[in-house]
């Protein structure tokens, strides 16, 4: 099984629908991170979490809000989803520490109409 | 404020025909830099972590290896199955997130 899954995989929905992209991980990471992918503009952070009680906003945060419902699941809301909002999402988790590697999930595919 | 830059953005090379990325990096106090492999439409996957100057790690076809101020990501007689994009990115002092640069998209023609 995946240490990092992603549900749902592919979304089509329209303007103004809320949407929620989950997260879960057994990799133990108290560290989770929600990132967007556009074509040449890269991975960009939306909100990252140390622990359950901690949430940040990241470089994009506006339009998008996140739960972390236990140490393994984070989960992104789009409370109105417009076009520009077409990406493709990716959660990611992390140890922190010493060591600081980032482990990314497959990613979800979302597509406003 | 820590940034990453890639280059080239794209690369093109024929079967057997050896390269290298750069990234160049700033950074206030580096904790690592990481490479990670990307195929189109998937996760980034982790491949190496550099912690600090003079270090070099393998992997099958890849080598990377970090100055203090870039890392190299060396591809030695390449096949087509390293056509991907290659990501670099960065970890600083304290609690701040990584830092990604934006990619070499490199293609390995058979």
């Known amino acids: 099984d995946a240490d990092v899954t992603q549900t749902p995989r592919n979304r089509i929905t329209k303007t103004g629908k809320r949407i929620m992209l989950e997260c879960s991980q057994t990799?133990?990471?108290?560290?989770m991170y929600w990132y967007r992918q556009d074509p040449g503009l890269g991975l960009r952070l939306i909100y990252y979490?140390?622990?359950?009680?901690?949430?940040n906003k990241g470089e994009i945060s506006d339009g998008y809000s996140v739960s972390r419902q236990a140490q393994a699941k984070f989960s992104l809301s789009l409370e109105s989803a417009i076009p520009n909002q077409t990406a493709l999402y990716f959660c990611?988790?992390?140890?922190?520490?010493?060591?600081?590697?980032?482990?990314f999930g497959p990613g979800t595919r979302l597509t406003v109409l | 404020e820590d940034q990453v830059t890639q280059s080239p953005e794209a690369l093109r090379l024929q079967e057997g025909e050896s390269s290298s990325l750069n990234c160049s990096y700033t950074?206030?106090?580096?904790?690592?830099l990481f490479w990670y492999r990307q195929d189109p439409g998937k996760g980034p996957e982790f491949l190496f972590t550099?912690?600090?100057a003079g270090e070099e790690k393998e992997k099958e076809r890849l080598k990377a290896t970090l100055t203090k101020k870039e890392s190299f990501l060396h591809i030695t007689a390449p096949k087509p199955e390293d056509s991907a994009t290659y990501l670099c990115?960065?970890?600083?002092?304290?609690?701040?997130?990584?830092?990604f640069g934006k990619g070499t998209r490199l293609s390995v023609i058979a």
């Open positions: 990799k133990g990471h108290d560290r």
């Open positions: 990115a960065v970890g600083g002092r304290g609690n701040t997130p990584l830092v």
């Open positions: 550099l912690y600090s």
């Open positions: 979490s140390f622990d359950v009680k901690d949430i």
């Open positions: 950074v206030s106090g580096l904790r690592g």
């Open positions: 990611a988790t992390g140890s922190g520490g010493l060591y600081n590697e980032q482990f």
